[in-house]
């Protein structure tokens, strides 16, 4: 960035910090998730509240710096982080105000899903919210956010009831149904598109105790098959998250698995515990499982797992399908021998439920009549590698939709560019999205995301 007075301007109207390159932190601040993104910002501003945010969404606008916006920095494709501009770190923003009695709750975006799963858990309540304990609230709430409860409760964005948005203005804006309603909508599955989202308010259902955990099962086509027709016919209160891998050496994996293609299926069944045990009776059914530790819990423990070993890319892709064709987990089966990278996963998801039930229109997540997720990620060390993993993902994908082009979901989307884009949002959803692009951010400064631009080609 050019200006170093204009940050020192900034630094000195600040709550939070200023990070640069001379500081102590600074090698820390500026790692992401996928730690091959191994940028040097000129500065990371650590926010403190939505006023430091606006000064810092100025200050990237009249210098024309590149700005990352980041919540838990967990984006495939590294927009979180940025080489020379700015990133504007709201991972300081983590406070949750819960209304136990309203049922809602205000997060600051920078919670993480753990930190935010954990605060609602002490009150017996929750949102869903992925899988996983360090993703950022901000980024996946406004990707839409498919989860543990996504059968039995929508998206995250379907439990979204109102946000705090500071627009590439740098104006403040609070937003719902009834205020900038377009904002509202665009919001609920557009990214980061359109300003940067400093609280979330969310819906909270009383769930609690549930039945969850994690079912190791041999990947034979069998188990794959029957794993994904289980999960369809089961109530909505399951929702399963099952990936298709080689047996890591793992300390919880039997020796004798580890390398082998498994299926580590995770669960939640939230509505009790004998009915739970019985919807999952048909899955344990389908195999021996090889490790069994679906069991009664309380619903926070489900993010309380030890996290992988650090990764540095992740090359990949996913598809929003109605179903599989016929050969698919003999197909999943062959690329999974053939895959090159250090650790390569097939990760299916069966949606429908209540994420189904809201209107096509209602939100800008474009894809609710999708019956099935199958995210493909191939994680690897070295950048020059990616051509070669993300042929075998797209090529694997393509065999999956039967040859289409498939829809996917904004979350899992890597650097795929304008077809990416194409992709999840279906062409009228997209144009909706430009209109309200041009109206809160025509000059895209907000283009480090799956980029709507403010005119649709
Ligand atoms: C290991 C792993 C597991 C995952 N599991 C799930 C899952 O179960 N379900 C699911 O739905 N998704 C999942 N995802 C995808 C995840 O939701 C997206 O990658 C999401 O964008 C990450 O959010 P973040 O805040 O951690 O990342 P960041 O890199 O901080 O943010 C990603 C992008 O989101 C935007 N953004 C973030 N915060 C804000 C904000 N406050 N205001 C405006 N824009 C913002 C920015 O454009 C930013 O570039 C997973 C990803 C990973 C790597």
């Given at each position: ?6 940050l ?14 001379d ?11 996928f730690?091959?993104f ?15 945010v ?22 495939r494709?590294?927009h ?22 309203g ?21 017996g ?42 627009t ?16 509202f909508w ?7 598109n359109?300003?940067?989202a ?56 039997p020796?004798?698995q ?64 109605d ?36 209107p ?39 065999a ?16 795929e560019?304008e ?12 144009e ?9 951010d ?7 995301n ?8």
């Amino acid at each position: 960035m050019q200006s170093d007075t204009r940050l020192s301007n900034l630094r000195a109207g600040l709550n939070g910090k200023v990070i640069g390159s001379d500081d102590p932190a600074y090698d820390d601040l500026r790692r992401v998730f996928f730690t091959g993104f191994d940028r040097r910002p000129a500065a990371i501003v650590r926010v403190a509240d939505a006023a430091d945010v606006a000064g810092v969404v100025t200050l990237a606008r009249e210098t024309g710096a590149e700005l990352a916006v980041r919540s838990g920095g967990h984006s495939r494709a590294g927009h979180g982080t940025s080489e020379g501009g700015i990133v504007l770190d709201l991972s300081g923003m983590n406070a949750v105000e819960i209304d136990a009695d309203g049922r809602t709750a205000w997060a600051q975006t920078g919670v993480t899903a753990g930190g935010y799963t954990r605060a609602t858990g002490e009150h017996g309540l929750a949102t869903g919210l992925g899988d996983t304990p360090t993703v950022g609230l901000g980024g996946i709430t406004l990707a839409g956010g498919i989860g543990f409860l996504v059968r039995r409760n929508g998206l995250a964005i379907d439990d979204l009831l109102a946000a705090e948005v500071v627009t590439a203005a740098g104006e403040l804006l609070e937003v719902d149904e009834e205020s900038h309603a377009d904002l509202f909508w665009a919001l609920r599955g557009g990214g980061g598109n359109f300003g940067v989202a400093t609280r979330l308010r969310l819906r909270l259902h009383e769930i609690d105790e549930v039945v969850g955990g994690m079912l190791l099962l041999p990947a034979s086509t069998d188990v794959i098959t029957g794993l994904v027709a289980a999960a369809d016919a089961a109530p909505e209160e399951l929702s399963m998250i099952a990936n298709i891998l080689k047996a890591p050496p793992v300390p919880f994996i039997p020796a004798e698995q580890h390398g082998k293609p498994v299926v580590i299926a995770s669960m939640v069944y939230a509505g009790g515990a004998e009915a739970g045990e019985k919807a999952i009776a048909p899955i344990r059914a389908l195999a021996t499982p090889l490790v069994d530790m679906v069991r009664p819990i309380r619903y926070p423990e489900m993010f309380a797992g030890p996290e992988g070993p650090p990764q540095a890319f992740s090359a990949g892709t996913n598809i929003l399908v109605d179903g599989l064709p016929a050969r698919a987990a003999e197909t999943i089966l062959e690329y999974l021998e053939t895959a090159t990278a250090a650790l390569a996963g097939i990760q299916v998801r069966v949606l429908g439920g209540a994420m189904a039930r809201v209107p096509g229109d209602a939100t800008a997540f474009g894809h609710r009549e999708a019956k099935l997720m199958v995210n493909i990620a191939a994680m690897h060390e070295r950048a020059e590698e990616r051509p070669e993993h993300e042929t075998w993902a797209a090529n694997l994908a393509k065999a999956l939709s039967a040859g289409t082009t498939a829809a996917a979901y904004v979350g899992f989307v890597g650097d795929e560019g304008e077809e990416g884009v194409r992709r999840a949002y279906p062409r009228a959803t997209l144009e909706r999205l430009a209109q309200v692009k041009r109206r809160y951010d025509p000059d895209n400064l907000f283009r480090l995301n799956l980029n709507v631009p403010p005119e649709v080609k």
